[in-house]
């Protein structure tokens, strides 16, 4: 057998690959960066091929280089679910995991579920990681993630998701807004150019939009929000009105404010929260054990007015 790249060799070339940055992809890699250019020029030679150009300026990868560093993603992330499958084999729900979630969730939902799931599982020990749909998969898909709480509709590619539960929206104004004055909001009366979004990026404001109907405007923002908080803010300074899920109204985001919230009529626009694993991950079963404590969370939940409970798993 021909003498095989380490994963560290490999482990040095992706970061590389990443940052193009010998000084910062050595930091990321608790490394000196004499250490990692050895590593990468050790990987060359045992290849035979040139995998990085390097000038005073600039580095990049070669058309190689650029192939090498994608197997290499590919076979870490193999690695540490190898890894991983091991240590989680025998208890589940037990050691570390590393859980992602978009912004638009994880303050609303998770500081009502993490005590109780501290209770049921006391050996877990969850690292949180708070990201946008799109950067939580990519670090999903090279091993960085566990799992990801992410709403859909969503490409999520070959990824396994596991759905939850709907999160429906309701229409937000100021409450000398006329609209306000009724029980529930027609979501065709909503004029979609008072309508205030977050920016591009967050999935919620591909969800409002795809709730309001795309034909109905062109979406070209006068002003758009960074958070929620921000959103919220707009909308008592008299900027607009916006849509929020649920989940982030029974939390109490509208708490101090003089903004009132009114469900939609039926058929009311919602979101599917779900969580996301990769198909090859031994931490796959303890998804789907997340994913059944909070949909049985969700079905105990007291607050009024919450949406029937529906889930479905993709196929295998």
Request: a positive charge.
């Amino acid at each position: 057998m021909p003498a095989l790249p380490t994963l560290r060799q490999l482990s040095y070339l992706v970061e590389l690959a990443q940052r193009l940055n010998f000084h910062a992809a050595a930091e990321a890699q608790f490394v000196t960066q004499s250490t990692l250019s050895s590593g990468i020029k050790e990987l060359e030679t045992l290849l035979g091929v040139q995998l990085v150009e390097r000038d005073k300026r600039h580095v990049r990868l070669t058309a190689v280089g650029e192939d090498v560093a994608a197997r290499g993603r590919e076979l870490l992330a193999a690695a540490t679910d190898l890894a991983e499958a091991a240590r989680s084999a025998t208890r589940p729900l037990s050691g570390p995991l590393r859980l992602g979630a978009i912004p638009t969730i994880a303050p609303f939902l998770l500081p009502a579920v993490l005590p109780a799931l501290r209770r049921a599982y006391p050996e877990l020990k969850l690292y949180l990681r708070e990201d946008l749909t799109g950067r939580l998969l990519e670090r999903l898909r090279t091993s960085r993630l566990d799992v990801a709480l992410i709403a859909l509709p969503f490409d999520t590619g070959d990824l396994y998701v596991r759905e939850l539960f709907e999160d429906t929206f309701s229409f937000v104004a100021r409450e000398t807004d006329p609209a306000v004055r009724t029980k529930d909001v027609a979501l065709r009366r909503i004029d979609t150019g008072d309508v205030l979004l977050l920016e591009e990026g967050h999935c919620l404001r591909d969800h409002a939009i795809a709730a309001c109907g795309p034909r109905r405007g062109t979406w070209e923002s006068r002003i758009e929000a960074t958070s929620l908080t921000t959103l919220i803010q707009m909308v008592e300074g008299g900027l607009g009105v916006t849509l929020l899920p649920r989940i982030t109204l029974d939390a109490g985001i509208l708490k101090g404010t003089r903004l009132v919230s009114r469900p939609f009529s039926s058929p009311a626009p919602s979101r599917m929260l779900a969580l996301v694993a990769r198909r090859t991950s031994p931490r796959r079963r303890d998804a789907d054990l997340l994913a059944e404590f909070l949909i049985a969370q969700h079905r105990r939940s007291p607050r009024a007015g919450l949406p029937p409970h529906r889930h479905h798993s993709t196929p295998t």
